[in-house]
């Protein structure tokens, strides 16, 4: 069991007092209006008693905000294997991590956050494999956009022409951008300014907004904002580990100051550890080694690491989506579905079910499940910076015409080779 002990949580509370002031109105009772105000009244002050709760100090300690901080709590790790980039083998394994994290997240986007029997019933419908060893045919609701740009039917592999936009894919193209505009050595104000400049939309709807009304980046993510260990971090870790490949140390510092903006403490934490994750894979060649290589980067003994430590120890047990989400489902209870621990153990059991072939990598993280384009994204990433692009199939990529499309404002495309190019532009500095 996690070391989260969560409470039995209040069902439907609004739901039923609206029906019944709804009801109370259409009999005519007196005294709604004043009993709704009171109500509120009650819930606000009761919410801010909930806020003010102290925080545990002796967890406080180990889980810092601060990089220096965090810095001073690491195990022992390899802070930097390469010293100059060795551009082509760069290159190669940066195609692979590209290709492997665009297919893992466009084969999730369509069933993102369905449980395992609706995936099974919608493969049945369609007649397809479970899990997925292509493209779903079709998807549910078809015409309907994602993220007010793109329907979801450009998802489905007869419908795809390029790579179709997604949270996943723009923080990716985010990340190339935020370091070209303000070097190697931006910093969180300018990955705050960047947000307000490019996204008009992101997942973490209350940061997005506590910037454009002017919260300074460092408080973003401190200002009404419940979710700072949700999965928003690590979900943007990949443009560091690329910025930095074989410097997991500079990667993950990189993903401290993008994350910082969003998150805190284990929130942060998983963006640090996929940052290193990625940059060991591209010298390791190893996923299941990165992933142990890591946790060299985050504090020890915060709850993330344990957790990550506690996903290693199985995995061996864990040999297929079933048990994966079983585990996940039993240990994680009560823990929101696009949290950043229960979904890092998710992406460690898919890469070690998955081994050395991408497409059942894919498909059996798709098939657990909770946040699965996100961690189908992260593992095909590590993948593909561990193996290099022969390693992923040519069907996951066919239909991606050297294209990447984009919600970011004023870049509605990315082309692939050009991705490669720019990132490998930055790798150098990095390294310089």
Known sequence: MTSYQYPEPLQDIERTINLWAQQKAETGAAGLAEKMA???????????????????PALRAIEPDD?????????????RYWTELPEATYRDRLEGALLGRFA??????????????KMESWAAYLGEAF???DYWSEAERPFELRYETIPRYRFTRSKMDGVPTDDDIIYTQLGLLILEDYGIDFSVDDVGAAWVKYLPVSPATPVLDNLQAGVPAMQSAEVDNPVQFWIVGDIRSDPWGYAAPGYPEKAAEFAWRDATVSSRRNGIYGAMYFSAVISAAFVLGD?????????????????LAREL????????????????????DERYAGMSLVHTINNAALTIWGLAIGGDDYSKLIGQTVAMGMDNDCTAATAGSIFGAAYGKDAIPEHW?????????????GHPEFALDDMVDRFTVLAAKAHG
Do not use: Y
């Open 67 to 79: 990089l220096d901080a965090i810095r001073a709590l690491r195990p022992d790790g390899e802070r």
């Open 309 to 328: 430590r506690w996903a290693l120890e199985v995995a061996e047990d864990i040999k297929d989506f079933r048990a994966a989400r079983a585990a996940a």
């Open 131 to 133: 899990p997925p060893v």
């Open 397 to 409: 990529s066919r239909d991606f015409n050297n294209k990447a499309h984009s919600f970011i404002i």
């Open 104 to 117: 893992g997240n466009v084969l999730g986007s369509s069933v993102e956050l369905w449980d395992i029997d």
């Open 38 to 56: 009171e109500i509120k009244a009650l819930l606000a002050e009761k919410l801010a008693e909930l806020r003010a709760l102290p925080d545990d």
């Open 287 to 303: 996923p299941m080694a990165a992933v142990e290589a890591g946790l060299s980067e985050i504090p020890a003994d915060c709850v």
